[in-house]
């Protein structure tokens, strides 16, 4: 499977809204991953293996095959706020509400 080289997705899309059980506007912005907690059981377990002698205890992933990531959109409801994620394809290049162009890369006028 080869991945898309482009994905372009407008920054307002009407989708399904599960709170509202209907179709509803929703604005669209990428997923971000957040500041890593220093006080999640993993990173507390970790830190602990390490201390001390001994060197490093874990291996560190190195082998990396992959040259795309898996876009995730959050999507927020404009009428209840409800948030939800909708994952998309591996993608090269990913915009968000860029212009859309017309036949032969010309751009389209009035809208």
């Given at each position: 499977?080869?991945?898309?080289k482009?994905?372009?997705?407008?920054?307002?899309?009407?989708?399904?809204?599960?709170?509202?059980?209907?179709?509803?506007?929703?604005?669209?912005?990428?997923?971000?991953q957040?500041?890593?907690?220093?006080?999640?059981?993993?990173?507390?377990?970790?830190d602990?293996?390490?201390?001390?002698?001994?060197?490093?205890?874990?291996q560190?992933?190195?082998?990396?095959?992959k040259?795309?990531?898996?876009?995730?959109?959050?999507?927020?409801?404009?009428?209840?706020?409800?948030?939800?994620?909708?994952?998309?394809?591996?993608?090269?290049?990913?915009?968000?509400?860029?212009?859309?162009?017309?036949?032969?890369?010309?751009?389209?006028?009035?809208?």
């Open positions: 499977l080869q991945a898309a482009m994905v372009n997705v407008p920054k307002r899309i009407r989708t399904f809204c599960p709170k509202l059980k209907k179709h509803t506007l929703h604005k669209v912005t990428q997923y971000k957040g500041k890593a907690s220093l006080y999640a059981q993993g990173k507390r377990r970790y602990r293996k390490q201390k001390g002698f001994g060197g490093q205890t874990k560190i992933f190195r082998k990396k095959a040259t795309t990531k898996k876009i995730v959109l959050m999507l927020e409801c404009t009428e209840s706020k409800y948030r939800h994620m909708k994952q998309i394809k591996r993608c090269k290049k990913f915009e968000l509400g860029a212009e859309k162009k017309g036949k032969r890369g010309s751009h389209i006028y009035g809208v």
